[in-house]
């Protein structure tokens, strides 16, 4: 996969950049999304999820870390923000999610650099303007 990037003008564009992204992934898929507070990656994660099947309504798991949801796959929408790095992820079972047979959206992914496998999409989000934004997706270097 080449290096792709989109300019976003609202959330719904932002959704639907997201359901693009959802074509490229398959059973065991890990889409590692970066972006500050605000930048739209929940956002994201519902396009993706939607064009995956999911039904249910997705929020920020924040407090829950990992929410599973059941799509055409099963779909893991993971928030390491409130993770101290890649030996919580491990404590919580994150390695078996993420070698699974689902498709896993990991927020705030740079919290976890040794656990997200070679084949991960990264996806990083720049916000350029009040709901505008700079969306970069690429293979992990």
């Known amino acids: 996969m080449a290096r792709s990037r989109f300019d976003s003008a609202s959330p719904e564009e932002t959704r639907a950049i997201g359901k693009r992204i959802a074509r490229l992934l398959r059973e065991g898929s890990v889409v590692a999304l970066r972006g500050g507070l605000g930048a739209g990656k929940t956002c994201l994660t519902k396009g993706i999820a939607e064009a995956l099947g999911v039904a249910e309504e997705i ?32 404590a919580l079972g994150g390695d078996e999610i993420l070698y699974g047979n689902g498709v896993s959206v990991i927020e705030w992914s740079e919290k976890l650099p040794q656990s997200l496998p070679d084949h991960a ?20 270097p």
């Open 59 to 90: 929020t920020s798991p924040t407090y829950t870390i990992v929410s599973e949801y059941q799509g055409t796959l099963p779909f893991y929408h993971i928030d390491a923000y409130r993770l101290r790095g890649d030996d919580d992820f491990s």
């Open 121 to 140: 999409i990264i996806v990083e989000i720049a916000i350029t303007g009040g709901e505008t934004r700079r969306i970069t997706v690429r293979e992990r």
